[in-house]
């Protein structure tokens, strides 16, 4: 089992950012990428960005590519988003996701899951 813990979502004015955290625990050995995805009110959960831990190779979905930015710090098993220039429609709950074995876009395929973090963007 892999346990993820999201922190650093809140309130924010549009053209802010904000850095969400995911730390990883367990058998987190196992696990070959990790990735944020969010879902919006009404809306079903969208991909946003994924990391792969071998080497770092990073994917983005296409409305936030160059405002956003993933890392990741082996060393503490924890996953970085960084969100800059955020929008009003970036509000959503921001969920932290590992994979066993693929870097894909499609949520189905990853097997664990944080609890969400809130993020609102304010015009």
């Known amino acids: 089992q892999v346990q993820l813990v999201e922190s650093g979502g809140g309130l924010v004015q549009a053209g802010g950012s904000l850095r969400l955290s995911c730390a990883a625990s367990?058998?987190?050995?196992?696990?070959?990428?990790m990735g944020w995805f969010r879902q919006a009110p009404g809306k079903d959960r969208e991909f946003v960005a994924s990391?792969?831990?071998?080497?770092?190779?990073?994917d983005y979905a296409d409305s936030v590519k160059d405002r956003f930015t993933i890392s990741m710090d082996n060393t503490k098993n924890t996953v970085y988003l960084q969100m800059n220039s955020l929008k009003p429609e970036d509000t959503a709950v921001f969920y932290c996701a590992a994979s066993l074995m693929f870097q894909t876009r499609n949520s189905v395929f990853w097997s664990y899951w944080g609890q969400g973090t809130q993020v609102t963007v304010s015009s």
């Open positions: 367990g058998r987190t050995a196992s696990t070959y990428a």
């Open positions: 990391i792969r831990w071998t080497d770092a190779s990073t």
